[in-house]
């Protein structure tokens, strides 16, 4: 028969090996409580969805949040608490065109993503219809002709306000730069002169695409040239975009770089067209 204390040794390891395992899962409990509060709070996620767009994949014992909403860059500057430079009192929201208190124009947010300053979704296939939209609304708002009896600090925050929209109007408007940009924000970047690691097939399909446009003759030659570069432009959308929310960059830079290239036909469809008006 077992001795009392070698019963008693075993009732004690057991309830050491209990507590721990209740221990390690409080502390993961805790994590993802902790975690997901946070996200909620500095505005990680959208405001319109809930915690049902938050996707939980099992990986073993562990679990992961996974994000499709908004960017990193997104999420790092909402969490700075900024006051007006000019009545000192607090900026409620970011990024801030002007003071609601004293009406003072602000510096303007360079951190800040495109996607963020323009208000838009932080998607490949976003509301270009909103953005003309907004832009449109802050160009009026933000003219430097708008400022020039203010002060010179207003005049130049002006100034700076409209060129930062300008630019992200421009880049955010058209498929290729908008792509380029999501990639840039997760610290991807497509080479400007490289192949990007295309393949000889598609290299020598772009090829002949080229040499048939250089001996086009008529409009029309060139009309339908420029309207299959559309339709395998209008494919690469699709398939750039479903990478990306799959959050696969590695394809999504293979396709941007192909598109790339239909881009640079698409506007050589268009000089040749203009040879013959």
């Known amino acids: 028969m077992l001795s009392l204390n070698s019963l008693r040794i075993g009732r004690s390891s057991r309830a050491l090996l ?57 999420y790092s500057t909402g969490q700075v608490k900024l006051n007006c430079w000019n009545c000192k009192l607090p900026l409620d929201q970011r990024p801030v065109f002007f003071c609601m208190s004293c009406k003072a124009v602000q510096p303007p947010d360079e951190e800040a993503s495109y996607f963020k300053l323009m208000d838009c ?15 449109l609304q802050l160009q009026r ?18 100034e700076s306000h409209s060129a930062l929209v300008n630019k992200a109007y421009q880049t955010l408007l058209k498929p290729l730069s908008r792509g380029l940009y999501m990639l840039e924000l997760e610290g991807m970047r497509i080479d400007d002169g490289t192949d990007s690691g295309a393949d000889s097939e598609f290299l020598m399909e772009l090829m002949e695409i080229n040499e048939a446009l250089d001996e086009a ?3 029309e030659e060139a009309n339908k040239i420029g ?18 929310l799959k959050g696969e960059l590695q394809a999504a830079k293979v396709l941007l770089a192909q598109m790339k290239y239909y881009a640079n036909i698409e506007e050589k469809v268009k000089e040749k067209l203009s040879e013959f008006m």
Request: with cysteine; hydrophobic share 30%.
């Open 141 to 158: 708002s933000l003219h430097p002709d708008n400022f020039s009896q203010k002060s010179v600090r207003e005049q130049e925050y002006s």
């Open 18 to 74: 209990h507590s721990n395992w209740l221990m390690t899962k409080r502390q993961s409990v805790y994590k993802t409580v902790i975690c997901s509060a946070h996200c909620m709070s500095t505005g990680f996620l959208k405001k319109d969805t809930g915690i049902n767009n938050v996707n939980f994949k099992a990986l073993g014992q562990e679990r992961k949040l996974i994000y499709y909403t908004t960017s990193p860059r997104n």
């Open 121 to 135: 979704d932080y998607t490949f296939t976003l509301d270009t219809h909103k953005l003309q939209k907004r832009y």
């Open 217 to 219: 003759q008529t409009p």
């Open 227 to 244: 309207q299959d570069t559309k339709g395998k432009l209008a494919v690469l959308t699709e398939e750039i975009d479903a990478a990306l």
